[in-house]
């Protein structure tokens, strides 16, 4: 994809194969952003995961792995005798080693050699949201399963973040407006799509997977709680593009403090996670 209008206004880069994640895996804020999904959303995945009953010795991919905690749960149900390939752009915060094999890879270039299929479960969370070729991606994914293999997807839909309390009608419009930048401007420029969340069952319906089940879960979070500091860490590694934007330094400063404000209570991001299994052979 070529440099659109919107990257243009935000200072947004993105390369010919659509490669233009707008965080920085890699960074302390980056490690932040992983830990806190791992500590919000982990339970939630592993509600979905854990009835798969992934077994000793099954190969498993972990595509987007961030920080690793679900490539971790996979490597204990596989155990010795099995793999689980965890895959990132940036593999800073993932530890290779049996039966962890980590690659630092832009699935862009598809899924060959090492990393090719087949496999008995794979897992994407918080990835495909992000990445505009997700629906190809997705029908790659679904090919390297195993006849019998499992798909675990799971994404944040763009369900509005409204404020349930605040200290002042300015905090609230302070909050509005930088979400709106970030949602409407910096997320789309950055090749995030918040409606793919709620495609994922007609995706999967679509590929011919059986047993399709799934959740959606909301939650709401108050200043200091793991999900406003991850809007905090989120807010921080996208201060550029959010300036380029529009944003200005006092409203940026305002919602980092608000993050931190116990008093401030607003609704987090909607997370949709389903499964769906390939027909055995
Ligand atoms: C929002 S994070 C989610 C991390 C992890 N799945 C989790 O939920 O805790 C998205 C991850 O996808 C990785 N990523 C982004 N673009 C990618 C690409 N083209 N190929 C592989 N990984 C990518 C990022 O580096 C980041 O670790």
Not at 141 to 155: E, F, K, N, R, T
Request: proline fraction near 6%; charged fraction near 20%.
């Amino acid at each position: 994809m070529a440099a659109g209008p919107a990257a243009a206004k935000t200072g947004l880069m993105t390369d010919t194969r659509n490669t233009q994640y707008l965080f920085k895996t890699g960074s302390d804020l980056g490690l932040q952003h992983m830990n806190f999904l791992a500590e919000i959303f982990d339970r939630h995945t592993f509600g979905v995961l854990d009835p798969i009953a992934v077994r000793a010795g099954q190969r498993c991919l972990d595509l987007g792995a961030g920080g690793g905690s679900v490539t971790r749960r996979l490597a204990d149900q596989v155990g010795p005798t099995g793999e689980v390939v965890a895959i990132d752009i940036d593999t800073t915060h993932l530890t290779d080693g049996p039966p962890i094999a980590v690659h630092r890879h832009d699935i862009n270039d598809g899924l060959s050699g090492p990393i090719a299929g087949p496999y008995d479960l794979i897992h994407a969370r918080l990835t495909l949201t992000h990445l505009p070729r997700r629906d190809a991606i997705f029908t790659e994914l679904v090919d390297a399963l195993a006849p019998g293999g499992w798909i675990v997807i799971g994404d944040a839909s763009g369900r509005p973040l409204s404020v349930l309390s605040a200290r002042s009608e300015q905090d609230v419009a302070v909050w509005k407006r930088i979400q709106h930048l970030s949602h409407e401007v910096v997320s789309p420029a950055g090749g995030i799509d918040f409606g793919w969340a709620h495609r994922i069952d007609d995706a999967m319906a679509g590929a011919g997977l059986t047993n399709v089940h799934g959740i959606e879960v909301s939650e709401t979070v108050n200043g200091g709680s793991p999900g406003a500091l991850l809007h905090a860490a989120l807010n921080l590694q996208a201060r550029e593009p959010l300036l380029a934007a529009g944003a200005e330094p006092r409203e940026l400063e305002r919602y980092q403090e608000l993050t931190r404000d116990p008093e401030f209570r607003t609704w987090f991001y909607q997370f949709i996670c389903l499964r769906g299994r390939k027909a055995p052979a």
